[in-house]
């Protein structure tokens, strides 16, 4: 949903300090709550962040017939219990719903194994790359399905059920992934895949399936195994932390020299993000598994190059924000980003903040060490707008930032978690 709405960032040079509640995992919650379409018992989830993206889920599902209550346990969190009757499904995706949020091609693979059909509009436009779907289609095809493409939607049937098989996938796909995974725990037998992808999220859908009575094995592995069940069951099932949260909270903690705690992270899924930290000269303390301790005061930074992979290397999701790093950071380092084709587009608005990037290709060479000024730069999509803020809290006067609808759809309360350790963040109506 597009808004007018701008935050207003005051650069200072002050630290930001103090503590941040992470909050549950937009890809992990957005996978899960479509599992709920594969059991007509309550699926009951905890700790699904209050975010513009599953809200949108939230009606998606509704559209599609699951009965859904909705709990405001606290700010920014809901607690959701979706029971999906068979007489009451539809498999047709509204077309209002795809354009709101690429995420709900997820829906397919649950829509599939449960009513033997599923009709999802394609996704609208996405400003990071073509993000084409041919690699969902490959899983599905191979667990026997039939993929038609007209009226700009994507059509997927089986009237005689899916049949468990054995599939490479073509790339280590997130969504197709997780489509593979809700359509082959109905399947009839067993289906292996491979060149799986290995994320956390992907972990934390396993586990919700398992609870719900699938049998999947090797999930954080490259390799999946899949034994069809006849049906699956209610379960109860917490969303883990938001890792791309936490790591923004830590940049932002790094990038204003500052001292900050992160309590409700999980330190296991984000070490790789972690050691690139330390390797540049900021040190992340675990006080247990859920509390991380970042204090950059005195640290000597060091510039570093890095490039992104998939699960379990330097996630993409993180990129903007480490280049906002980078640019505080005297000499020069360097990002290539290897997963989306175009996912550089903070760059421009950096550096009309006066940073000093430029890109050759999928790689983008940052001359660290010049001071940021304040400017009205606008976002292009949701890791960006992150960038752009964390760029404000250390700029010379004031930022404004705008195309907010991108910022809204994955963080909840970035400027009320920043201005709780001091950043001047405000939001202009
Ligand atoms: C998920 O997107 C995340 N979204 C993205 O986070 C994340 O950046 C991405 O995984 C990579 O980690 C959610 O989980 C809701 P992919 P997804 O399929 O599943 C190509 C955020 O900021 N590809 O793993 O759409 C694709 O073009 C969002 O929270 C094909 O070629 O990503 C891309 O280059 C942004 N064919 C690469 O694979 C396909 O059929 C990775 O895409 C599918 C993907």
Known sequence: MMTAERIVIQGTDAPLRGQVAISGSKNAALPIMAASLLSEDPLNLNNVPDLNDTRVMVDLLRDLGVQLVLAEPQEGEIALSLTSPQTTLNPEVPIEAARKMRASVIVLGPLLARMGRATVPLPGGCPIGARPLDVHEDVLVALGATITYHNHAIHAYCEEGLKGATHRLRVPSVGATENGMMAAVLAKGTSVFHNVAREPEIVDLAHCLNAMGADIQGAGTDTMIIHGVPRLHGATHT????????MTYLIAAALTRGDITLTGANKDHMQGEINCLHAMGFDVQAVNGKTLLLNAAGAQPKPAHLVTAPYPGFPTDIQAQMMVLMTSIAGESRITETI????????????????????????????????????????????????????????????????????????????????????????LP
């Open 239 to 246: 969303i883990i932390p938001d890792r791309i949260e936490a």
């Open 340 to 427: 989306f084709e175009n996912r550089f587009q903070h760059v421009a608005p950096l550096n009309a903040m006066g940073a000093h990037i430029t890109q050759q290709g999928e790689t983008c060479t940052i001359q660290g060490g010049f001071p940021l000024r304040g400017a009205d730069v606008e976002a292009t999509d949701l890791r960006a707008s992150s960038s752009l803020v964390l760029a404000g809290l250390v700029a010379q006067g004031t930022t404004t930032v705008g195309g907010l609808h991108h910022l809204y759809r994955g963080y909840v309360h970035l400027p009320e978690k920043l201005r709780a350790c001091g950043a001047k963040v405000a939001r």
